[in-house]
């Protein structure tokens, strides 16, 4: 290949992105291939960053197409952005092969193989985010995932203000942040632990200062919590596929979400949500929490797939309801802990060897969901 060293026009663009050799992908996908942990959870970022550039570079290429067909002029030198994201698919597709012969060689590659929805990027997201002999059940992950809706990250500001009330002159150290501890939702023996620990890790002298750094500082895993988004997005997209398990559930789920809605179960949540969170009140979601929307109609509207407008809806007679995106979530984020609670289940399993201490289990709120799905997935 000849050395280009000036973009003279648009010829150097035919230099192709140098791709993996095959005895490179052969070797990756061997036992210890050489992909670990650490790289791993570092290129499935940067898939990430590259997908949302080449995402918006593609949307850059179609706007100028448009104006070229609408005024007859090519403006831009678009073929040069077009050029570009010709490089950034390629580069995008290297990093999945890469990812993918990391997943390929896990101990777990069988439990992501028979689960429709996640694919080797998401895979391997979970595989590098997550040490399962830290994870002796499900619980564990969801909380180390910012999925336990009593997590609450305070910031700075809400650290100093959360002390300020906690910490008295009669109250030591460690009284004060197992207190602090309830009220965002964190393992207090961790906060303690990490308002007693310097950068370096060694241990060190309380103080008011280490101890609103620690709880100023995020409680989970926040790169972990996008992937189960993702991966909640993912098996909503299954739902109708005859294999999507968690599709299923999803589906499902939401059934029984909005029959509870219509009834008036969550009146309280959404009161509480319209009491505690800022919502525009000329949003569609402000009248439902508000209590604009009659049920009956919006039943009727949901019975027969039509959907629900909402100036078809509203009464006098609505009660507090959720809107649609939230009942979406609440099925979604149900999906999302049955797979979190069997990947936890046959990895325990599959690493140590033995049984898991329980298998987690939905009777949380007084919800009667106590009985135990086993995972859909089986060892090769």
Same mark, same amino acid.
């Given at each position: ?93 290297? &990093? ?21 929805? !996640?694919?080797?990027? =998401?895979?391997?997201? =979970? ?6 002999? *830290? ?13 336990? /809706? ?28 197992? =207190? ?43 790169? =972990? *919590?996008?992937?189960?988004?993702? !991966?909640?997005?993912?098996? &909503?997209? &299954? ?74 809806? &509203? ?21 999302? *802990?049955?797979?979190? +609670? ?11 060897? +033995?049984?898991? /201490? ?23």
């Amino acid at each position: 290949m000849n050395e280009t060293t000036e973009l003279d026009g648009f010829e150097a663009f035919n230099i192709p992105v140098k791709k993996l050799s095959k005895d490179l992908l052969k070797g990756l996908r061997q036992k210890g291939g050489g992909v670990t942990d650490n790289e791993a959870r570092f290129l499935v970022d940067l898939y990430y960053s590259m997908q949302k550039q080449r995402i918006h570079v593609s949307n850059q290429v179609s706007a100028l197409q448009r104006d070229e067909k609408k005024t007859g002029v090519d403006a831009e030198p678009h073929e040069a952005i077009k050029w570009i994201l010709a490089q950034a698919k390629a580069l995008e597709s290297e &990093v999945a092969k890469t990812l993918a012969a990391y997943t390929m060689v896990h101990p777990m590659a069988w439990f992501f193989d028979q689960t429709m929805g !996640i694919g080797p990027i =998401l895979a391997a997201g =979970l595989l590098a985010h997550i040490d399962i002999r *830290k994870a002796p059940t499900a619980g564990h992950i969801i909380n180390f995932a910012g999925l336990n /809706p009593k997590q609450k990250w305070i910031g700075k500001e809400g650290a100093k203000k959360l002390w300020a009330e906690t910490k008295t002159p009669s109250r030591g150290y460690v009284e004060a942040l197992s =207190l602090a501890a309830q009220e965002i939702g964190v393992n207090p023996t961790n906060l303690i632990r990490a308002a007693s620990t310097g950068k370096d890790g060694a241990e060190r002298d309380f103080t008011d200062a280490g101890c609103i750094a620690a709880l100023a500082k995020k409680p989970f895993n926040g790169a =972990l *919590k996008t992937l189960f988004w993702k !991966i909640g997005e993912s098996f &909503v997209k &299954v739902a109708n596929k005859e294999n999507g398990f968690y599709g299923h559930l999803y589906a499902k789920r939401k059934v029984e979400e909005w029959n509870r809605n219509f009834s008036g179960a969550y009146a309280e949540i959404a009161k509480e949500k319209l009491a505690t969170v800022k919502i525009g009140k000329d949003t569609d979601a402000y009248a439902w929490y508000s209590g604009q929307v009659d049920p009956a109609a919006a039943r009727a509207k949901y019975k027969l797939g039509e959907p629900m407008v909402l100036s078809d809806i &509203v009464s006098a007679f609505g009660v507090p309801m959720l809107p649609p995106a939230h009942i979406h979530s609440r099925a979604k984020r149900y999906a999302v *802990k049955m797979f979190i +609670s069997h990947l936890q289940e046959c990895w325990w399993r599959q690493e140590m060897k +033995s049984e898991p /201490p329980a298998p987690y289990v939905f009777a949380h709120a007084g919800e009667a969901h106590a009985h135990y799905i086993p995972p859909p997935q089986k060892p090769e």
